[in-house]
């Protein structure tokens, strides 16, 4: 079976730092596409980042850009985001999602198949 968990999320001071990790047990990575998701209360669910299949193209929401980073090792089937100056507007519950379609990856929640039971970053002091 297919299984995407996420783990990493806490709370953080303003300007701090997390990374969240996706453990994609059970795919064959490469063949995926992946993104990472957050909604917030009383929010739509927002595509954050997401990365191609193989890793060479990546996509970014404008709100992140430049803060965060998504990553992948198809190897260790794991993907990540590297969250740096954190801001309290980033508080939310994240997702993992995968999708087996080709080409460049997208943020639209709608394109993906499988997603994880999300993990939980707040920022405040």
């Known amino acids: 079976q297919l299984q995407l968990v996420e783990s990493g999320g806490g709370l953080v001071q303003p300007g701090g730092s997390l990374r969240l990790s996706c453990d994609t047990s059970g795919f064959t990575l490469n063949y995926y596409r992946t993104g990472w998701f957050r909604q917030a209360p009383g929010k739509e669910r927002e595509g954050v980042s997401c990365?191609?299949?193989?890793?060479?193209?990546?996509n970014y929401a404008d709100s992140v850009k430049g803060r965060f980073t998504i990553s992948r090792d198809n190897a260790k089937k794991m993907v990540y985001l590297q969250m740096n100056s954190l801001k309290p507007e980033d508080t939310a519950d994240y997702y993992c999602?995968?999708?087996?379609?080709?080409?460049?990856?997208?943020?639209?929640?709608?394109?993906?198949?499988?997603w994880g039971q999300g993990t939980q970053v707040t920022v405040s002091s």
């Open positions: 990365i191609s299949s193989s890793g060479s193209s990546t």
């Open positions: 999602a995968a999708d087996s379609g080709f080409g460049l990856c997208t943020l639209s929640s709608r394109d993906y198949d499988y």
